[in-house]
T-cell receptor, first 118, second 113 residues
């Protein structure tokens, strides 16, 4: 159990276009989802925390107007990179939080999306 | 506030040798600790987690970790390395009821013949 999918796995777009990435929890409901960005050979950088039915909470330095997050249901969150530029090229990973055995919630990660902006 | 320190950004072991990846944490509240593994161009897979039920935690693929409060450590071990264990390993901490994870900088494990 605890499978999280992301779509697409890879996207190449032209500068100035918008790209939408979907994150789905396939076999559990997730009230909280997270979006991370990972640069080559580096750790994950949390971009935002997304709660179902409410506005996302962005980390300091993350432009909320550029990275639009929508969490419309308990199994789906989307990240839209608006007016993408080459510097937005990166590996984007989502995670979904599941409350395990009444002890603590655990984040389960999607496979990631490689975004390349030309 | 919490933080994680992973000592050694790169560890190399021979196939069949002991794997030891170090993780030290800092947390102002009782922590929950996690180890994740990441293969190239993939997301993170949960290896194991400590949630205060038992100090020695067994995970998938033969890995285990021991929570040592006195040493603020949560080192990851595996008795015998396999070539398929070559990957990036991340230690992460969550403080109490906080939802966010704080990740370490990662340790790349190389397994040689």
């Amino acid at each position: 159990g605890a499978v999280v999918s992301q779509h697409p796995s890879r996207v190449i777009c032209k500068s100035g276009t918008s790209v939408k990435i979907e994150c789905r929890s396939l076999d559990f409901q997730a009230t909280t989802m997270f979006w991370y960005r990972q640069f080559p050979k580096q750790s994950l950088m949390l971009m935002a925390t997304s709660n179902e039915g409410s506005k996302a909470t962005y980390e300091q330095g993350v432009e909320k107007d550029k990275f639009l997050i929508n969490h419309a249901s308990l199994t789906l969150s989307t990240l839209t990179v608006t007016s993408a530029h080459p510097e937005d090229s990166s590996f984007y990973i989502c995670s979904a939080s599941r409350f395990d055995r009444g002890i603590a919630d655990t984040q389960y990660f999607g496979p990631g999306t490689r975004l390349t902006v030309l | 506030a919490q933080s994680v320190t992973q000592l050694g950004s790169h560890v190399s072991v021979s196939e069949g040798a002991l794997v030891l990846l170090r993780c030290n944490y800092s947390s102002s509240v009782p922590p929950y600790l996690f180890w994740y593994v990441q293969y190239p161009n993939q997301g993170l897979q949960l290896l194991l987690k400590y949630t205060s039920a038992a100090t020695l935690v067994k995970g998938i693929n033969g890995f285990e970790a021991e929570f040592k409060k006195s040493e603020t450590s949560f080192h990851l071990t595996k008795p015998s390395a396999h070539m398929s264990d070559a990957a990036e390993y991340f230690c992460a901490v969550k403080g109490g009821t906080a939802s966010k994870l704080t990740f370490g900088t990662g340790t790349r494990l190389q397994v040689t013949l």
